[in-house]
């Protein structure tokens, strides 16, 4: 009985090992996805600021070719910021207050109002206040974003 005992023994406490190991696998890889996720929202948030401010800063009014260019690259960060911040919020909502939530999902609108709004495909593109308003606008995102840790 006393082998039974010890085989039996053996045999709970590997299996223990190894669901105590397959559990720490989980949660360090949920760990590394939220901060994944939380610099790509970073990342994508930072270049469209930037595609952004040189769109409305007026740098491309020569270059009609480039200007088409970035506004298709607007477009598409917008439409992928939207969901990365939604990811965002999901994975950081016990972190996130419940201001810091709103103020996110108010920014997408916003941003996408304040950066394509109504002049977007227009001959002129040189606004300086828009572009004041896009990089406070984008600055608050980020802090929200770069706060959670």
Request: aromatic content about 8%.
């Amino acid at each position: 009985m006393t082998i039974g005992w010890i085989i039996t023994g053996a045999l709970v406490g590997s299996i223990s090992a190894f669901i105590f190991n397959l559990i720490l696998r989980l949660i360090s890889n949920r760990a590394e996805k939220k901060a994944a996720t939380k610099e790509l929202v970073a990342d994508v948030l930072d270049s469209a600021l930037e595609e952004a401010i040189q769109y409305w800063g007026g740098k491309l009014n020569s270059q009609p070719d480039k200007k088409i260019l970035s506004e298709t690259k607007i477009k598409l960060l917008i439409k992928y910021q939207v969901s990365l911040i939604d990811d965002f919020v999901e994975q950081y909502s016990r972190k996130l207050s419940a201001s810091d939530t709103i103020k996110l999902s108010s920014f997408k609108n916003e941003a996408f109002d304040l950066v394509t709004g109504g002049e977007f495909e227009g001959s002129s593109c040189k606004d300086l206040h828009r572009c004041k308003k896009i990089a406070i606008l984008y600055a608050k995102a980020l802090i929200i974003i770069k706060r959670c840790s």
